[in-house]
């Protein structure tokens, strides 16, 4: 079947298309003339990407992208995109010396790799993200007027302060250091990534540890102090000369700190060791908040929504309600505080908190899934001989379930109104009017779902938990569940890994580390504060973007796929679609690399808008491959059958013939010749 002129003249299109891609392959991530300004222009215009960038490109800009093609095997592995994340630490104190932050920059090259970003509960079976991030260190030496300003702040402080008689180590304000290194944070604009300040200030009159909170502990109540603080702002200090201090379960299980000097927190508090020793603790410290703070993993995926939606349906068990513990204003002003000062939210998001109230005895439904989510479990206890004590939990995962199913009756019974835009988030809080001890699966206050949050709270005040801390076994305030619910909405509404979760592709499991679960974080048994540190607020922002980059990435190596299962793209691009698709995608991709570049740079509102206008760039690709496809035909292409090789044919014949010669006169050619007497 003879090919139209049409057909020819795409074929030798693309043919040369791929012949100048072979020859020098171009990649996008260089400036392209032109192009970085054109898109600032319009995202000055238009913010939001409402609009296709690509209907307004010059002609000049267009030629320029259909230049720069990349060969269609490279176009999935061009998509291999990694965040640059910088990373600077500085070491605070006399002990350090000139050569310290070049060892310790040698470790920490050593150890780090170009890792991917990883969902710990993911939609799908998938826990690997197709972004990655590779770590940029900037390791350097503090001034002496730093290192003296807190050691006299420090010492002043240990003086003033008097012993405690249930533990062992001084309780210092954390404000003491803080202060200090907040001012000389600020001073070292413009800031660059996330500061690590670690102090080793030597060894002072009086052990000593940082309080969190006021007041003391007490034989009811276990305040746990530490030796960081993670702050607002993109930095974090540790005192390495601070403790020792040990958190963590109580006897076994995940996420149990190793006692002692085996733990770089308390890598000072051991023998003596050499300089290489301490900083190769301190390289691993430094890098494990890196995994954990810096780069922390996904809960959940987290598409972006413009409305976000808070319902929190209290249901009470009493006539009168007992806000002591479970304040909604105290929990919304949590949220709203960051959202006026810049954060959690992205572009034009919105965040809205509204509150419902339903009897228990008024709704049947729940009274049932209470009913049917109760378990029970058996302890064994020593009094005067072991005696067993059968003990109730609350099922989650049933109670999930339950609500899941009747959310149309919750609906009804208090009054909720269908909401038609936006991410919906209900957290149901279950006050019941009993005096026993009810947790959710033993152990927890609230639970965080990707579709609710669940807390549950009885009369009873308190529990002993079986986390310790310094010594000291840790109490669960059960009435207070402003802080869990806090916790749980920041897993649930933008997928905020709790600080001691993280995936381990290594493992194939969740980890449990609980070294940073102290300080300024609404997360873990051991922190008492409400307020959220450049952690939460970061990853949260983080989260949602990272969700669109991976979406986009596998659409895009859908629709590649989708090409080379239509035979490729020479077969399916035709008619004057190639130059449409090559301008398309490398338009695409370039806005990729510059959204990539806009992460590394912690510049989020930047990175929306590129990864929101790419959005059309792909779209229009997607459709591009759908209507060649939708237009493609079975064709019979039948091929003459090629000359007789009359050349080779004769060439062959002559050489048997020669070869037959010889064997016939094989006697007379390779005889030996005798001398005849």
Known sequence: MATTAGDAAAAAVLLLVLLSATTATISLSYPIMGLDSFLSQQSRLDPQATNDSFLSLPSHLRKTLSSASTHPRHLISSLQLSLSVSLRV???????????????????????????????????????????????????LASSSLSSQISDALRSQISSTPNSLRSPLLSIPYTTVDNIVRQHFEKEKPHEGVYIYLLNLGTQSKSYAYNYGSGDSSPSYTKCFGSLWTG???????????????????????????????????????????????????????????????????????????????????????????????????????????????????????????????????????????????????????????????SEYLDSKRLHQILLDSADEFRRLADIPEEEFGRVLPVYVFDLDQNALLLLDRYHQSVAFKDMVIAVRTRNAQTVSDY??????????????????????????????????????????????????????????????????????????????????????????????????????????????????????????YKLDKAVSALSHLDFERALYFLRSSDHDLYAIHSLVYHASQEMEASLVCFKDPPFPWASFSGSVVVVFALFYVYTKREKLFSNKRKQF
């Open 90 to 140: 500085i070491l605070v104190g006399p002990s350090f010396s000139s050569g310290a932050p070049s060892l310790l920059s040698s470790y920490l090259s050593a150890v780090s790799s170009s890792d991917h970003f990883h969902v710990i509960s993911p939609f799908s079976t998938d826990h690997r993200h197709h972004t990655k991030h590779s770590l940029h260190l900037d390791a350097s």
């Open 232 to 390: 607002k702002d993109r930095y974090l200090w540790v005192d390495l000369a601070a403790g020792p201090v040990d958190y963590g379960p109580a006897l076994s299980g995940d996420g149990v700190l190793p006692r002692g000097e085996f733990h770089p927190l308390a890598s000072l508090h051991g023998g003596p060791k050499s300089e290489k020793a301490l900083l190769a603790d301190f390289a691993s410290l430094v890098y494990s908040a890196y995994q954990v703070l810096v780069v922390p993993s996904l809960r959940i995926p987290v598409p972006f929504e413009n409305s976000l939606i808070v319902q929190f349906v209290h249901v009470h068990g009493g006539e009168n309600k007992d806000s002591n513990g479970l304040d909604w204003k105290t929990i919304e002003r949590t949220f709203m505080d960051e959202v006026n000062e810049g954060g959690l939210l992205l572009g034009d998001q919105s965040l809205r908190f509204k509150t419902y109230d339903l009897r228990y005895a008024d709704c049947a439904i729940c009274s049932f899934a209470i009913s049917r989510s109760t378990n029970s479990y058996t302890s064994r206890f020593l009094f005067d001989n072991y005696t067993l004590i059968v």
């Open 468 to 589: 310790s801390c310094n010594g000291r076994h840790m109490f669960t305030q059960t009435r207070e569940l402003e802080r869990p619910l806090v916790g749980s909405i920041l897993q649930s509404m933008w997928g905020v890994s709790p600080t001691h979760l993280s995936w381990s592709p290594r493992h194939n499991s969740t980890l449990v580390d609980y070294t940073w679960s102290v300080g300024q974080t609404p997360f873990g048994p051991f922190s008492e504060t409400l307020s959220l540190s450049f952690v939460q607020k970061d990853a949260a922002r983080r989260n949602i973007l990272l969700t669109s980059l991976n979406y986009s990435l596998t659409s895009a190596i859908d629709v590649l796929e989708s090409i080379a299962a239509h035979g490729g793209e020479r077969n399916l691009l035709k008619r004057g679609r190639l130059v449409e698709f090559v301008q398309r995608w490398n338009l695409f991709k």
